[in-house]
Nanobody, 121 residues
């Protein structure tokens, strides 16, 4: 099994910054893509940013230019640097890892439990 644990969330004022971290552990054979999602109250979970094993990144429009996703393959970690935060960014942020625990199995999605980010004055 693969476990993901997020950290770094908290309360920040509009325009402020936070850096989220997600560490993967367990029976990991390989991690391919990693990503960040978020879910606000009453809304569906939505993608925020993704990063491939080779470091290619993609972002949704509402965070482009403000957020930066990165990863440390040696540590099985993914990060999300969030700058110029807006109240609309308030949500629970979840990390996702596409991983396999054995060589001969398909990649599966593993989710963390989430970390709360609140942007408010």
């Amino acid at each position: 099994q693969v476990q993901l644990v997020e950290s770094g969330g908290g309360l920040v004022q509009p325009g402020g910054s936070l850096r989220l971290s997600c560490a993967a552990s367990g029976s990991i054979f390989k991690i391919n893509g990693m990503a960040w999602f978020r879910q606000a109250p009453g809304k569906q979970r939505e993608p925020v940013a993704g990063i491939s094993s080779g470091g290619s990144t993609n972002y949704v429009d509402f965070v482009k230019g403000r957020f930066t996703i990165s990863r440390d393959n040696a540590k099985n970690m993914v990060f999300l640097q969030m700058d110029s935060l807006k109240p609309e960014d308030t949500a629970v942020y979840y990390c996702l890892a596409q991983a396999k625990t054995r060589e001969f199995e398909p990649l599966r999605n593993y989710w963390g439990q989430g970390t709360q980010v609140t942007v408010s004055s």
